[in-house]
């Protein structure tokens, strides 16, 4: 006859109540997913020091090591820079004296300043604060190294699968969807999620247009002089 292992011990009730409080306990971490492909819509709005305000829109395309962040004021303005992580590569499409170009920056340069908000912490949380591009949002007081604080509304069902994604929010366990600051030429920055959908993103999107010029960041700044 066939022998079986004995089980080591019955679950008991405090057994059953532990393990239960503990799945329970962990669920959100469990929940929490990379945003790795998709695409992330805030509005924004900008504020100068001479109270003009300049409206516009943020546009996030993800797919796995590549990130597509396109800038698009009411002033005119557009930036798009385009980023792949594997590859340790960034370009900034911009458009000068009417002929495009495809600026190429130093990985290492959006690393170094990210590096001032690094090991961020979150005080001061409020759970399902109000609804935001469809998620119920938590607000948090983000708590840099140096004392400065910003408030911001996130959701933790997500958060970025590369931390270059945001520069504020490095390493973030959680997805931004609404942040304010201000910025080093006293610009007030505002931004809120409006829309946010995994999707199949073509490789396209990531790729330099061929109407596009590559050059270094150095002989760009001599064109602009």
């Given at each position: ?66 990130v597509k962040k396109e800038l698009k004021l009411s002033n005119g303005y557009q930036d798009v820079v385009l980023i792949n992580c594997t590859a340790g590569t960034v370009y900034s499409l911009q458009t000068s004296n009417n002929r495009k ?125």
């Amino acid at each position: 006859m066939a022998s079986y292992p004995k089980l080591f011990f019955m679950p008991t009730h405090r057994h059953l109540l532990f393990f239960i409080l503990l799945l329970a306990g962990s669920g959100r971490a469990f929940g929490q997913k990379p945003f790795a492909e998709g695409t992330i819509v805030y509005k924004v709005k900008l504020v100068t020091p001479g109270q003009k305000d300049i409206v516009g829109s943020y546009i996030f395309e993800i797919k796995g090591t590549q990130v597509k962040k396109e800038l698009k004021l009411s002033n005119g303005y557009q930036d798009v820079v385009l980023i792949n992580c594997t590859a340790g590569t960034v370009y900034s499409l911009q458009t000068s004296n009417n002929r495009k170009y495809a600026i190429q920056l130093k990985m290492d340069n959006l690393v170094q300043r990210q590096d001032a908000f690094a090991h961020f912490n979150v005080k001061n949380e409020v759970l399902n604060v109000k609804n935001i591009a469809g998620f119920a949002s938590c607000k948090g007081d983000v708590v840099y190294r140096d004392g400065t604080q910003a408030e911001t509304y996130y959701t933790k069902d997500w958060y970025p699968a590369q931390s270059i994604t945001y520069e504020r929010y490095p390493d973030a366990k959680f997805l931004p969807l609404y942040f304010f600051y201000k910025d080093e030429q006293g610009i007030s920055m505002e931004f809120e999620a409006k829309k946010i959908e995994p999707m199949p993103i073509p490789d396209a999107v990531f790729r330099i247009p061929s109407d596009y010029k590559m050059i270094s960041y150095e002989e760009y700044k001599q064109l602009s002089k």
